[in-house]
């Protein structure tokens, strides 16, 4: 049975619903007969956006509350097959500037999932979003999910701690859970109001509005890329596997990109915009990694999965879409 037909009829909840990646998986969600309900606070310039399913939102449910609320959580996921828990705080300089919201969200929140799950649908399976950017500094290249973690920032630190709270309920609750370890993750609808949450989202918005790009350093970073119908179909393959229970995988791409790399593929698609180098704002250089990308050989091997959309045809995508809709993003 192909997995995709793991979701048709069945009762699907995600959690940061509204946002970038939640809303691209309600869209195929809804294509596979599942029944769906988006879980989204809309917190301002979280990436919460209605727009985001304005073409399927007589298909799909909405439910405006917040991930804290264990009463209202426990009240969701009753009945639930699977639940997408995608719902976070992610970027890192924010969670610098203001800890407690950071540890609020990617921690306290965390275990209020778990614990209604655990109180009231303990037969539940829960995919949690993770980051690659949990590694902190790379000791050796491509990352491997048995590299050390030591994270550079308090985001990374609040979201291992979700991850492996996750892992934990897996192994002593018996409630069945993955993280997904995602690399820079871009495509149609994301948070593109600031640079805070997504640093190429922001470069797709400066060159298709014909505006200069700043990079920092010597533009020579290393990165791994994958667009975000790429990341949905391993969160589908992760729900659907039995063998995915208490694991961790990391995704990935064939192949990294230097900054530069990226950015003059992007000018060279959208046919606007311009970039300059620019040295490192010192707040920035602190919690920087350097060149870091991983291996998915893992996730490939295990469940089958691997990229299928290219840098270029990537970008392409993204740009036709923001140059329709924009306005709903700027």
């Known amino acids: ?96 500037r203001d800890p407690y919201t950071d540890l609020d969200i990617n921690c306290r929140s965390q275990l209020s999932i778990l614990e209604a799950c655990r109180k009231g649908n303990p037969n539940i399976k829960i995919i949690y979003a993770s980051t690659r950017q949990i590694y902190g500094r790379p000791q050796y290249l491509p990352l491997d999910e048995n590299h050390l973690v030591y994270p550079v920032d308090v985001n990374g630190i609040n979201k291992w ?71 949905v179909e391993a969160l589908l393959r992760a729900a659907a596997s039995e063998q995915s229970n208490g694991q961790v995988y990391n995704l990935g791409a064939p192949r990294p990109y230097s900054h530069l790399e990226v950015v003059e593929t992007l000018l060279a698609v959208a046919g606007t915009g311009r970039y300059r180098l620019k040295p490192f704002p010192p707040e920035r250089q602190k919690i920087d990694v350097g060149d870091i990308y991983s291996s998915y050989k893992r996730i490939q091997s295990e469940l089958g999965w691997e990229p299928k959309v290219d840098l270029r045809e990537g970008l392409a995508r993204t740009v036709q879409f923001y140059r329709q809709y924009g306005q709903h993003y700027w």
């Open 161 to 231: 701690a979700g991850e492996h709270y996750h892992i934990l309920y897996n192994n002593v609750y018996g409630i069945r859970a993955t993280a997904l370890r995602m690399t820079v993750t871009y495509g149609p609808r994301m948070l593109m109001k600031h640079s805070r949450q997504t640093v190429l989202g922001w470069f797709i918005r400066l060159a298709v509005s014909d505006q200069e790009i700043e990079i920092w350093g010597d533009g020579n970073q290393l990165r791994d890329y994958t667009y975000v119908d790429d990341a």
């Open 1 to 96: 049975m192909p997995y995709t037909d793991s979701f048709t009829g069945r009762r699907v909840l995600v959690t940061g619903g509204l946002g970038f990646i939640g809303s691209n998986l309600a869209h195929r969600l809804v294509d596979l007969g599942a029944e769906v309900v988006l879980v989204d606070s809309l917190v301002p310039d979280y990436g919460g956006n209605l727009f985001n399913i304005e073409d399927i939102k007589d298909r799909v449910r909405i439910n405006i509350a917040d991930v804290r609320d264990e009463h209202s959580m426990r009240y969701l996921v009753q009945g639930q097959d699977y639940l997408f828990n995608l719902a976070g705080q992610l970027s890192h300089i924010d969670s610098m």
